[in-house]
């Protein structure tokens, strides 16, 4: 490689052989799982077109397959958004962000109802916080009456993260939601949390379960 290469090589500029340079195209951005899978705009996405299609002559009410199928998407493409945003300068995963945040609001926690607010399955939990006690973001002791119970809380260093954290992670949710007035984000939330009493009452669950 001759040295005017070289140097078009450093500065990201290819060499012609008449001397010139051209500054070489930067890639273009990978796409992401909802610019692939969603329409425009809040039109209606292909997979729910397709999925219309292909149930026809088939009993199914196409309003609940709709908005349940729409809440499952939403939730992840949420999450891969701030993976690859707020999440992605902490260097945390979801399932961690989440179960910081759950021993944030709590407090300290034992590890079986860790596993429950985060929503993760307690094998994975144990790999969770076996990266997050290495970071020193959370501490583990055994509960002093009963030793197979594990409680987990919170370091300092564990609270200064989330709360340096949290702001910027709710001004991406602010961002997602951006499209919506306030009286459809409310209609939505509150639609939501319906759809979740609804969820504990079939499965029999109470609110502290």
Known sequence: MTRTERKGVDRGVSARRDGSETRSKKPKPAKTLATVTLGRHGSKPLQEILGEQR?????INLDSMALV?????????????????VLEEADLHWSAFVT????????????????VEAGIAKSTLSSILNMLEGR???RRRT????????IVNLTAQGAELIARLFPKFNAEETRIVAR???RQMQAATDAIRIILATINDLDGLTLED
């Open 55 to 59: 149930v026809q002559g088939l009993r």
């Open 136 to 138: 020193k973001l959370v």
């Open 100 to 115: 910081l945040w759950c021993l944030w609001i709590y407090g300290e926690l034992e590890t079986r109802r860790l596993a």
């Open 180 to 182: 919506l007035s306030p």
């Open 69 to 85: 199928s729409n809440i499952h998407r939403a939730s992840m493409f949420i999450r891969d958004h701030f993976e690859r945003t």
């Open 143 to 150: 509960n002093e009456l009963e030793r197979r119970l594990v």
